[in-house]
């Protein structure tokens, strides 16, 4: 009785000692329990959830949406008191208009000067033409002078209405510089008021734009978070007034750097979600991020120093999910899902084609 209590003791002890054994095999996934299929409940349904917020200071006027709604690209969301802003356009209209009326006097000024020039330019060719009668008469009257058939009196008079025609012809030059000068002026001028009223439209641009920002609107499609804003609150630039999710949602799995061999992008992906009562979706391994997660840390660990306890790391992956699957629409960022890859299954060459992605081999 005693050796079969012994012996009964005996296998019992082998039998719990190689079912501890095969345990740690089977957790380990060592001989003879390897397998190709990698699993990972580090993984998280992830979306592009877009902050809005006002790019202007103001009281809130109306609010025109409510909590977790759907809405389109565009759909008003809040409206801001416009008042203000209004009156800055309007102020902004006025001052381009008195700067356009400036440009339309230089215009005229411009003109006017042309007729001046045009003018001057007459008084020189007058002068000129009797400059050139005055010499004739006096080149006529200085030889009978000197042969004494002329009397001294009629060539001083001669030679003074030379002398006066002169002086009216560099007048008159010199008028014809003046104005001229003038239109140079103008001209100078001109480009100081055109660049007057480019900065004054620019001006009422920017009061249009401030006027149109004080509606604040939908940048895409999608489903509101928790709303915000409330009616008669003030609100300054960059205050988030309510968050933005659009129907766009993919999968990001932590898989350890001991996982990856083996897998593409391209491969197909199973996984379940836990708050759809571990519904199970299928999908595709997109791309793989460039580092571990450790690396994209805040404070890095520095393994160069003190005693040094080897951590498997976790490297991200991306995973699209497979359109017109039922459950899709359920599908909210942040919700755990678990991921399994078989890292035996083919890529698909369309699927690696779409997503530019390399493989982490």
Partial sequence: MFKLLRSTATLLAVVLGVGGVLLVLYTWRLPPFTTTVEVTDNAYVRGQITL???????????????????????????????????????????????????????????????????????????????????????????????????????????????????????????????SRQELASTLVNRQSLEAAVLGAEAAVHLAEIDLQNTRIVAPRDGQLGEVGARVGQYVSIGTQLMALVPDRVWVVANFKETQLAGMKAGQAVTFTVDALQHASLAGHIERFAP???????????????????????????????????????????????????????????????????????
Wanted: glycine letters at 4%; hydrophobic letters at 45%; zero cysteines.
């Fill in 291 to 361: 580092a571990a997660g450790s690396e994209f840390s805040v404070l890095k660990a520095d393994n160069a120093t003190g005693n040094f306890t080897k951590v498997a790391q976790r490297v991200p992956v991306r995973i699209s999910v497979d359109p017109g699957q039922t459950l899709m629409d359920r599908l909210a960022p942040g919700m755990s899902v678990v991921v399994t890859v078989d890292t035996a299954a083919k890529a698909k060459p369309d699927d690696v084609a779409s997503t530019g992605a390399v493989s982490l081999r």
């Fill in 52 to 178: 809005v917020s006002p790019q202007l200071a103001g009281y809130v006027a109306e609010v025109a949406v409510q909590d977790f709604q759907e809405v389109k690209a565009g759909q008003i969301l809040v409206k801001l008191d416009d008042r203000i802003y209004e009156q800055k356009l309007q102020q902004a209209k006025a001052t381009l208009a008195g700067q356009q009326a400036a440009l339309a006097n230089s215009e005229q000024k411009r003109r006017s000067d042309e007729a001046r020039i045009a003018a001057s330019q007459a008084q020189v060719d007058s002068a000129r033409a009797a400059l050139t009668a005055a010499e004739a008469n006096w080149n006529r009257i200085e030889p009978l002078l000197e042969r004494g058939i002329t009397t001294q009196k009629e060539a001083d008079q001669s030679r003074a209405t030379f002398d006066q025609a002169t002086a009216a012809l560099n007048q008159a030059q010199a008028a014809l510089e003046v």
